[in-house]
Protein backbone atom coordinates (compact mmCIF):
# COMPACT_ATOMS: atom_id res chain seq x y z
CA UNK A 1 0.00 0.00 0.00
CA UNK A 2 1.30 3.25 -0.74
CA UNK A 3 1.81 6.11 1.82
CA UNK A 4 -0.07 8.96 0.50
CA UNK A 5 0.64 11.20 2.87
CA UNK A 6 4.13 11.05 2.65
CA UNK A 7 3.78 11.63 -1.10
CA UNK A 8 1.75 14.60 -0.73
CA UNK A 9 3.72 16.34 1.34
CA UNK A 10 6.05 15.88 -0.93
CA UNK A 11 4.31 16.92 -4.00
CA UNK A 12 2.99 20.48 -1.41
CA UNK A 13 5.93 20.78 -0.07
CA UNK A 14 4.58 20.75 3.20
CA UNK A 15 7.30 19.05 4.94
CA UNK A 16 9.13 21.87 6.60
CA UNK A 17 5.64 23.30 7.73
CA UNK A 18 4.40 23.82 11.10
CA UNK A 19 2.79 20.27 11.43
CA UNK A 20 -0.04 22.37 13.81
CA UNK A 21 -0.88 24.30 11.31
CA UNK A 22 -1.44 21.52 8.81
CA UNK A 23 -4.16 19.13 10.41
CA UNK A 24 -6.29 18.70 13.06
CA UNK A 25 -5.33 17.85 16.74
CA UNK A 26 -5.97 15.09 18.30
CA UNK A 27 -9.12 16.53 20.75
CA UNK A 28 -10.17 18.49 17.56
CA UNK A 29 -10.65 14.67 15.80
CA UNK A 30 -12.29 13.16 18.79
CA UNK A 31 -15.16 15.70 18.76
CA UNK A 32 -15.25 15.27 15.04
CA UNK A 33 -15.91 11.76 15.52
CA UNK A 34 -18.27 12.78 18.29
CA UNK A 35 -20.10 15.05 16.01
CA UNK A 36 -19.99 13.12 12.93
CA UNK A 37 -20.84 9.90 15.02
CA UNK A 38 -18.54 7.78 13.24
CA UNK A 39 -15.61 5.92 13.70
CA UNK A 40 -13.38 6.83 11.03
CA UNK A 41 -11.13 4.45 8.98
CA UNK A 42 -7.41 5.12 10.69
CA UNK A 43 -5.84 6.01 7.62
CA UNK A 44 -8.72 8.86 7.25
CA UNK A 45 -7.98 9.48 10.39
CA UNK A 46 -4.02 9.76 10.34
CA UNK A 47 -4.61 12.29 6.74
CA UNK A 48 -7.05 14.50 8.99
CA UNK A 49 -4.59 14.42 11.47
CA UNK A 50 -1.32 15.35 9.35
CA UNK A 51 -3.00 17.36 6.56
CA UNK A 52 -6.90 18.05 6.96
CA UNK A 53 -6.45 21.60 7.56
CA UNK A 54 -4.83 22.31 3.93
CA UNK A 55 -7.50 24.52 2.18
CA UNK A 56 -5.21 24.29 -1.50
CA UNK A 57 -5.67 20.34 -1.05
CA UNK A 58 -8.85 19.80 0.14
CA UNK A 59 -10.91 22.23 -1.16
CA UNK A 60 -9.38 24.09 -4.27
CA UNK A 61 -11.60 22.23 -6.82
CA UNK A 62 -13.45 19.06 -5.51
CA UNK A 63 -14.19 18.99 -1.58
CA UNK A 64 -11.95 16.42 0.18
CA UNK A 65 -13.35 15.84 3.94
CA UNK A 66 -16.72 17.93 3.96
CA UNK A 67 -16.85 18.47 7.50
CA UNK A 68 -18.79 16.96 9.40
CA UNK A 69 -18.71 14.11 7.86
CA UNK A 70 -22.76 13.28 6.61
CA UNK A 71 -23.66 9.75 5.77
CA UNK A 72 -26.55 7.80 3.35
CA UNK A 73 -28.19 5.08 4.43
CA UNK A 74 -24.86 2.84 4.45
CA UNK A 75 -22.15 4.99 2.85
CA UNK A 76 -19.49 7.88 4.73
CA UNK A 77 -19.16 10.52 2.91
CA UNK A 78 -15.71 11.59 2.27
CA UNK A 79 -15.45 13.73 -0.53
CA UNK A 80 -18.06 15.70 -3.00
CA UNK A 81 -17.44 17.18 -6.54
CA UNK A 82 -17.26 20.95 -7.25
CA UNK A 83 -20.16 20.88 -8.92
CA UNK A 84 -22.44 18.64 -6.61
CA UNK A 85 -22.92 16.03 -9.14
CA UNK A 86 -20.97 13.34 -7.36
CA UNK A 87 -20.01 12.00 -4.03
CA UNK A 88 -17.21 9.45 -2.61
CA UNK A 89 -17.83 7.43 0.28
CA UNK A 90 -16.85 4.51 2.02
CA UNK A 91 -19.28 1.74 3.43
CA UNK A 92 -20.07 1.31 6.80
CA UNK A 93 -18.81 -2.20 6.47
CA UNK A 94 -15.99 -1.40 5.62
CA UNK A 95 -15.33 1.27 7.84
CA UNK A 96 -12.57 -0.67 10.06
CA UNK A 97 -10.14 -2.11 7.24
CA UNK A 98 -6.60 -0.32 6.78
CA UNK A 99 -7.31 0.63 3.11
CA UNK A 100 -10.88 0.44 2.48
CA UNK A 101 -12.46 0.62 -1.21
CA UNK A 102 -13.89 4.43 -1.97
CA UNK A 103 -17.20 4.54 -3.87
CA UNK A 104 -18.37 6.79 -6.21
CA UNK A 105 -21.96 8.10 -6.55
CA UNK A 106 -23.53 10.28 -9.53
CA UNK A 107 -26.68 9.84 -8.63
CA UNK A 108 -26.85 10.37 -4.71
CA UNK A 109 -29.49 12.89 -5.26
CA UNK A 110 -32.31 10.48 -6.39
CA UNK A 111 -35.89 10.68 -4.56
CA UNK A 112 -35.59 7.18 -3.84
CA UNK A 113 -32.33 6.84 -1.64
CA UNK A 114 -32.71 2.84 -1.77
CA UNK A 115 -31.74 3.47 -5.74
CA UNK A 116 -28.42 5.20 -5.03
CA UNK A 117 -26.02 3.45 -7.23
CA UNK A 118 -22.41 3.30 -5.37
CA UNK A 119 -19.29 2.73 -8.15
CA UNK A 120 -15.94 1.28 -6.64
CA UNK A 121 -13.06 3.52 -7.77
CA UNK A 122 -9.91 2.94 -5.50
CA UNK A 123 -8.53 2.29 -2.34
CA UNK A 124 -8.20 5.09 0.02
CA UNK A 125 -4.61 5.10 -0.31
CA UNK A 126 -4.93 5.51 -4.05
CA UNK A 127 -7.95 7.84 -3.76
CA UNK A 128 -6.31 10.41 -1.22
CA UNK A 129 -3.04 10.53 -3.65
CA UNK A 130 -5.58 10.66 -6.68
CA UNK A 131 -7.77 13.15 -5.31
CA UNK A 132 -4.67 15.54 -4.05
CA UNK A 133 -3.08 15.42 -7.72
CA UNK A 134 -6.66 16.71 -9.73
CA UNK A 135 -7.38 19.03 -6.95
CA UNK A 136 -3.48 20.55 -7.85
CA UNK A 137 -3.23 20.40 -11.22
CA UNK A 138 -6.62 22.75 -10.75
CA UNK A 139 -5.68 25.40 -8.81
CA UNK A 140 -4.21 23.90 -5.38
CA UNK A 141 -0.76 23.64 -6.90
CA UNK A 142 1.48 26.63 -7.20
CA UNK A 143 1.92 26.51 -10.82
CA UNK A 144 -0.52 24.35 -13.17
CA UNK A 145 -1.41 24.00 -16.84
CA UNK A 146 -4.62 22.61 -18.62
CA UNK A 147 -6.26 22.00 -22.19
CA UNK A 148 -9.17 20.38 -23.42
CA UNK A 149 -9.21 17.97 -26.59
CA UNK A 150 -13.19 17.32 -28.27
CA UNK A 151 -12.26 17.16 -31.87
CA UNK A 152 -9.02 15.45 -31.26
CA UNK A 153 -6.65 18.40 -32.88
CA UNK A 154 -4.54 19.32 -29.71
CA UNK A 155 -3.56 16.40 -27.35
CA UNK A 156 -1.28 14.12 -29.58
CA UNK A 157 -2.44 10.70 -29.43
CA UNK A 158 1.09 9.46 -28.46
CA UNK A 159 1.52 11.79 -25.48
CA UNK A 160 1.70 8.96 -23.07
CA UNK A 161 5.04 7.73 -25.16
CA UNK A 162 6.19 11.49 -24.97
CA UNK A 163 5.93 11.68 -21.32
CA UNK A 164 8.09 9.07 -20.89
CA UNK A 165 10.52 9.43 -22.85
CA UNK A 166 14.12 9.80 -21.17
CA UNK A 167 13.96 13.95 -22.29
CA UNK A 168 10.82 14.50 -20.07
CA UNK A 169 11.11 11.10 -17.81
CA UNK A 170 7.36 10.63 -16.52
CA UNK A 171 6.87 7.47 -14.10
CA UNK A 172 3.24 6.54 -14.63
CA UNK A 173 1.60 5.88 -10.82
CA UNK A 174 0.11 2.71 -11.13
CA UNK A 175 -1.63 2.37 -8.44
CA UNK A 176 -4.14 5.54 -9.67
CA UNK A 177 -4.30 4.12 -13.26
CA UNK A 178 -8.62 4.09 -14.00
CA UNK A 179 -10.47 3.08 -17.32
CA UNK A 180 -10.66 6.83 -18.34
CA UNK A 181 -7.97 8.72 -16.06
CA UNK A 182 -4.05 7.86 -16.00
CA UNK A 183 -1.32 9.40 -13.39
CA UNK A 184 2.75 10.55 -14.00
CA UNK A 185 5.21 11.94 -11.43
CA UNK A 186 7.99 13.63 -12.40
CA UNK A 187 11.04 13.74 -10.36
CA UNK A 188 10.18 12.46 -7.18
CA UNK A 189 6.49 14.16 -7.36
CA UNK A 190 7.99 18.06 -8.14
CA UNK A 191 5.40 17.93 -11.64
CA UNK A 192 2.46 15.73 -11.33
CA UNK A 193 0.41 14.99 -14.87
CA UNK A 194 -3.02 13.45 -15.39
CA UNK A 195 -4.48 12.45 -18.51
CA UNK A 196 -8.06 12.07 -19.38
CA UNK A 197 -9.42 9.84 -22.22
CA UNK A 198 -12.59 8.98 -23.92
CA UNK A 199 -14.70 6.11 -24.51
CA UNK A 200 -12.11 5.52 -28.19
CA UNK A 201 -9.18 5.69 -25.04
CA UNK A 202 -8.13 8.98 -26.79
CA UNK A 203 -6.72 11.73 -24.81
CA UNK A 204 -9.20 14.62 -24.44
CA UNK A 205 -7.83 16.37 -21.32
CA UNK A 206 -4.56 16.94 -20.12
CA UNK A 207 -3.29 18.84 -16.52
CA UNK A 208 0.34 19.78 -15.48
CA UNK A 209 1.01 21.15 -11.86
CA UNK A 210 3.88 21.66 -9.56
CA UNK A 211 5.43 23.73 -6.82
CA UNK A 212 8.96 23.73 -7.79
CA UNK A 213 9.12 26.84 -10.78
CA UNK A 214 12.25 25.74 -12.26
CA UNK A 215 10.91 21.66 -12.68
CA UNK A 216 7.42 22.74 -13.80
CA UNK A 217 8.57 25.48 -16.50
CA UNK A 218 11.20 22.61 -17.87
CA UNK A 219 8.69 20.58 -18.22
CA UNK A 220 5.87 22.76 -19.82
CA UNK A 221 8.44 23.91 -22.33
CA UNK A 222 9.74 20.50 -23.36
CA UNK A 223 6.20 19.10 -23.85
CA UNK A 224 5.43 22.44 -25.89
CA UNK A 225 1.77 22.05 -25.56
CA UNK A 226 -0.96 24.91 -26.46
CA UNK A 227 -2.80 24.97 -23.29
CA UNK A 228 -5.69 26.44 -22.40
CA UNK A 229 -4.32 27.45 -18.86
CA UNK A 230 -1.17 27.73 -18.04
CA UNK A 231 -0.29 29.69 -14.62
Known sequence: MINPIVLIKKLYQLDDKNPKTLGFDIDEMNDLEQLSQVTLPPLLFHYCLELGKVQALNHSHHTLLPLPF???????IIAKDNSGEAIWGIHQDDLNTANPPVFVSRNHDTYDKEHIHWLKELPLASFLLAQAIFNGVNGGL??????????????????????????????????????????????????????????????????????????????????????????
Open 142 to 231: KHYAQVFDFIGDTIPVDIVEKLQNPVIGAIEIDTLHQKHERFFQIDDYKTVLMLSFNELNLPNAFYMGGQDTAAFSRVANQLAVAWDTLV
Open 70 to 76: NKTADHL
